[in-house]
């Protein structure tokens, strides 16, 4: 364990002459205190209505700036929302900005991280262009995007860091200088005391300490999660002294562990720039545990803490407030005079409150400009209308509502229109005319970015068809992915695969067989059992500009990934409103083996979890590389489910297996029928074209549709299609009652206006409700069968045409 508590002494003069230090000394303290203002401003700005909640950096501000000092170009940060001081000091953000997230400002260029989308607190910078294409990260500094669940930030960190050492070890990557010069580059993590109780922290040190990365992990240790005292959340009260054996040693790779107290400016300088210089220089992970950080208004702006400190703990973290510590020290070691250090603390204040009024004003002055459009309008509109009072009204009110929003404009004006449903003037023509922009504005505003949508989503690939020579060769499906994968890590240095027992046996069912020995550990390797971080390995490796493919080695385990994959992966691009991306592709088999835990299909919860990601379900494995290889020229994130059955079933090899294309959204017609559409996916495919045998016979003609890209769901409208012709539409997988089919008769039925078509009621056939016993019986009778299929089709047949059936 290296200690760290040295007495107050300076930090390291280096060449610097005294008056030199005391600039580079009293920029840091007004730093502190302009952090600090903003603090207190914000929750008074939350306490008097102007903006609805707030969670400051307050009591945390000394350490963010010794931190800052050796946070360099290139380097990424993944933290948490106490870090406003550490962003201030890097330039990654500044006053105005942290007063536009608070009041939600809807705007890049106020707002970059999330363009009001994120509440305040949570930092990030822009990676991407306007056209989505990549910045140079190598030449500016770089904060992944925050989220709100604790912890969260931990799985992403460690890909952010494993990115460097992937740069500095593979010598084919040395021309991808916007994203890391020989992998010098640190990534830094914050993380409140409390949060280390989760999961997600612990797995993060593990892998962390398995992968030696240059991964610097700081803990803002205030002794509280919310009301909760560190006794409730940490052995021993003391995460340090917990993860002791983290610390490396002659015997083996660790962490290189840091201990000092957040009020103590010079040692917190001292040890950040130690600790940095090992994981920089040699790729080690560090460990900072920030002691004895106070919370100077509490954790947030929703309740007090008196409530649950007690007086002597309040006293002492008024005393051990860090900037009184500082003014302190800088007293008692003759760096400034009193007289100093008030006018920095004055000037703070000042500026801090002319940051905040200039932007309320850019705030509400567009709101204001709305107000006065719509209210002319509406006035317009009244002056003709028969509901005139009432309208006048609504003008009335919205223009005497204190800080109107634009929620205000659109009741008014949306209960005009109703109000004027049975009249026509011009006036309401042009209301609507403008109704209908400023709806494109604030759709804009609020719901644009799901995707990326920059000319490398996956949805502008162009499609390039599979090619087969006359004596194509038949092989196992295992060998078609794995020539799929070949050929992408044969043609960019960028991919990489990594997952649970995926490098040296090249995956359980072989799809990377052999190709650790072809390219590298570096390249393909094996992973610790840790789905989390898997999924959060990919996503910072993405970020940095790799092509991670990160495998789950079942879909039933992906559980363990989700809340990552959910909170983080998918919600990246809307939450950063395009500023963010990470093209990370997510492979896991699933649907089809034996027992509870080995042939889940969860799709419905997949589907709903996961809006902001592509979910592919291919029946085949040369379906599934055509989607590889489709995802690999696109920059969009996805979750390629395999059929876990069908690894040994022989398929043809295309000529063109690393170039082919499968365009997304686009289901397959597999068998052309006139009676009903069957419209189903993965593994059910081969159970639906048995039962289509049986009812072939039967005088049943059944039109087959793998839908096999779920998310996005047939651009086309192939399967209304298809219904205009049946007339009958049976949805069929292997998920729990009203889960994928559900989803799968919503869009048919209600975004492809399907129901117009039918003349029998639509069904869904599925599993039980429970998981799928185990045994061949135990699938049998969880799972829908062929003769389900059969009976159930039937009875549709009979439904309509019940002398015939
Ligand atoms: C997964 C999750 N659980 C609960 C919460 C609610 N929550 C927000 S902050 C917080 C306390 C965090 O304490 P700590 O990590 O010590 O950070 P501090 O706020 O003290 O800096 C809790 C429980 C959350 N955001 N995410
Ligand atoms: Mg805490």
Same mark, same amino acid.
């Given at each position: 364990m290296s200690s760290n508590n040295k007495e107050h002494i300076a930090p390291s003069t280096g060449h610097l002459s005294f008056e030199d230090f005391k600039q580079v000394v009293l920029t840091d303290y007004r730093i502190a205190n302009e952090s600090r203002q903003a603090s207190l401003l914000g929750r008074k700005e939350v306490l008097t209505g102007k903006a609805k909640f707030g969670i400051f950096g307050d009591g945390k501000e000394v350490a963010q700036i010794a931190m800052a000092k050796v946070f360099r170009d290139g380097d990424f940060r993944s933290g948490y929302y106490r870090d406003q001081t550490f962003m201030f000091a890097t330039g990654m953000s500044n006053v105005k900005e942290f007063f536009a997230q608070l009041y939600a400002l809807p705007s890049v260029e106020a707002e970059p991280c999330s363009a009001g989308r994120s509440m305040n607190g949570h930092f990030g910078t822009r990676s991407l262009n306007d056209d989505g294409t990549w910045k140079n990260l190598t030449a500016m500094k770089n904060s992944s995007a925050d989220i709100s669940p604790t912890a969260g930030q931990m799985p992403r960190l460690v890909g952010l860091a494993q990115a460097s050492k992937i740069y500095r070890n593979n010598p084919e990557l040395s021309s991808f200088e916007s994203f890391s010069l020989s992998g010098n580059e640190v990534a830094f993590g914050t993380i409140g005391n409390a949060s280390t109780s989760e999961g997600h922290f612990f797995e993060a040190i593990n892998a962390a300490g398995v992968l030696q990365i240059p991964m610097a992990i700081s803990v803002w240790d205030d002794g509280y999660g919310i009301s909760v005292h560190a006794k409730y959340q940490t052995t021993k009260e003391n995460i340090s002294e917990i993860l002791k054996g983290f610390q490396r040693d002659e015997h083996g790779n660790g962490f290189e562990i840091f201990r000092v107290k957040g009020w103590d400016y010079a040692a917190l300088c001292e040890t950040y720039e130690k600790a940095i210089k090992i994981c920089r220089e040699e790729h080690v992970p560090v460990f900072i545990h920030v002691q004895e950080l106070t919370q100077p208004q509490g954790h947030s702006t929703s309740g007090s803490h008196e409530r649950y400190k007690s007086k002597e703990r309040l006293d002492w973290e008024a005393e051990y407030d860090c900037i009184k510590q500082m003014r302190d020290w800088m007293l008692k070691s003759a760096i400034a005079t009193e007289s100093e250090l008030d006018a920095i603390e004055q000037d703070a204040k000042k500026y801090v409150r002319a940051c905040q009024k200039e932007v309320w004003e850019a705030f509400n002055q567009p709101i204001k400009q709305e107000i006065a459009e719509a209210s002319v309008m509406l006035e317009q509109l009244a002056a003709s209308s028969a509901a005139s009072a009432e309208i006048i009204n609504l003008v009335n009110n919205l223009r005497s509502t204190v800080d109107a929003i634009r929620k205000d404009i659109l009741v008014a004006v949306r209960k005009s229109l109703r109000l004027t449903r049975h009249e026509n003037s011009d006036a309401k023509r042009n209301l609507q005319i403008w109704l209908n922009q400023y709806n494109n504005e604030n759709y804009d505003r609020y719901n644009s970015y799901l995707f990326t949508d920059?000319?490398?989503s996956a949805l502008n690939i162009p499609e390039i068809k599979a090619q087969y020579s006359e004596d194509a060769k038949m092989l196992d499906g295992r060998e078609i992915v794995q020539a799929c994968f070949d050929a992408a890590f044969a043609r960019d240095p960028r991919v990489l695969a990594f997952g649970e027992d995926v490098g040296k046996i090249g995956d359980v069912n072989q799809g990377f067989a052999g190709l650790q020995e072809k390219y590298g550990e570096i390249r393909i390797s094996d992973t610790g059992i840790r789905e989390a971080t898997i999924i959060g390995q990919g996503i910072g490796l993405a970020m940095r500009g790799l092509r991670p493919i990160a495998e789950?080695? $079942?879909?039933? $385990?992906?559980l363990y990934g989700l809340q990552t994959l959910s909170d983080d992966l998918a919600s990246l691009s809307y939450r950063t409103k395009a500023g963010q991306k990470a093209p990370l592709i997510v492979r896991t088999r699933g649907h089809r083996l034996e027992g509870i835990w080995h042939s889940g299909s969860p799709i419905g919860m997949i589907l709903h979890a996961l809006r902001g990601m592509h979910v592919l379900v291919p029946r085949n494995m040369t379906q599934a590389a055509g989607f590889y290889n489709t995802l690999l020229k696109a920059d969009e994130p996805a979750l390629v489910i395999e059929c876990l059955n069908g690894y040994r079933l022989k398929e043809a090899l295309p000529d063109n297996i690393g170039e082919f294309t499968l365009p997304l959204g686009r289901p397959e017609i597999l068998r052309e029928g006139n009676d009903i559409t069957l419209v189903t996916y993965g593994s059910c495919i081969r159970i639906a074209e048995e039962a289509i045998q049986e009812l072939e016979q039967m005088g049943i003609s059944v039109e087959l549709i793998d839908v096999q890209s779920l998310l996005p769901f047939d651009i086309h409208h192939i399967i209304s299609d298809s219904i205009k012709k049946t007339n009958k539409v049976l949805f069929f997988d292997e998920d729990v009652p009203g889960g994928a089919t559900s989803y799968m008769m919503q869009q048919v039925l209600e975004v492809q206006n399907g129901y117009y078509f039918l003349d029998a009621a639509p069904r869904t056939l599925t599993a039980k409700a429970h998981r799928p016993a185990y045994g061949t019986d135990g699938d049998y009778f969880s799972k829908p069968s062929a003769d389900d299929v059969v009976e159930c089709v039937y009875e549709m047949m009979h439904e309509t045409n019940p002398s015939k059936y």
């Open positions: 920059t000319e490398s789950i080695q $079942y879909l039933d $385990y992906l």
